[in-house]
């Protein structure tokens, strides 16, 4: 005999399997907004690949202040296009020279932070 818990689970995760599959495939270009919470010290990154003539258009807020970097790596060392210290808000507009993986990367000061954010990539035109 089927215990009714099992079923009740076995149901959700039928559910849960449905609504992802009528999603489609994710879009990896697609705007992202995400909200955040930072524990003291933590790091939370946002990666992607872009090449020269594209365009990634970001903005946030946080809690309390954060230092924030758009990064990529190059060998053993770390080469950040921009880098801001002790910031609750910024925006702008990034043009890659290279084609890399770019991460933007906020990391929060001695007190937990709530993150909001906002990244979209524009391809270059083909």
Same mark, same amino acid.
């Given at each position: 005999?089927?215990?009714?818990?099992?079923?009740?689970?076995?149901?959700? @995760?039928?559910?849960? +399997? $449905?609504?992802? &599959?009528?999603?489609?495939?994710?879009?990896?270009? /697609? #705007?992202? !907004? @995400?909200?955040?919470? +930072? $524990?003291?010290? &933590?790091?939370?990154?946002?990666?992607?690949?872009? /090449? #020269?003539? !594209?365009?990634?258009?970001?903005?946030?807020?946080?809690?309390?202040?954060?230092?924030?970097?758009?990064?990529?790596?190059?060998?053993?060392?770390?080469?950040?296009?921009?880098?801001?210290?002790?910031?609750?808000?910024?925006?702008?507009?990034?043009?890659?020279?290279?084609?890399?993986?770019?991460?933007?990367?906020?990391?929060?000061?001695?007190?937990?932070?709530?993150?909001?954010?906002?990244?979209?990539?524009?391809?270059?035109?083909?």
């Amino acid at each position: 005999m089927t215990h009714p818990r099992a079923t009740l689970v076995a149901g959700a @995760a039928i559910l849960a +399997l $449905a609504a992802c &599959a009528s999603r489609g495939p994710v879009d990896p270009d /697609a #705007p992202r !907004d @995400a909200h955040q919470s +930072l $524990a003291p010290h &933590a790091l939370h990154e946002d990666c992607m690949k872009l /090449a #020269p003539g !594209d365009r990634l258009d970001y903005r946030f807020t946080s809690s309390a202040p954060v230092a924030f970097n758009v990064h990529y790596h190059a060998g053993n060392a770390v080469v950040m296009p921009i880098a801001r210290e002790a910031i609750t808000a910024d925006s702008g507009i990034f043009q890659p020279a290279l084609a890399e993986d770019y991460c933007l990367m906020w990391e929060a000061g001695p007190e937990p932070t709530a993150l909001d954010y906002r990244v979209a990539v524009r391809r270059r035109a083909p």
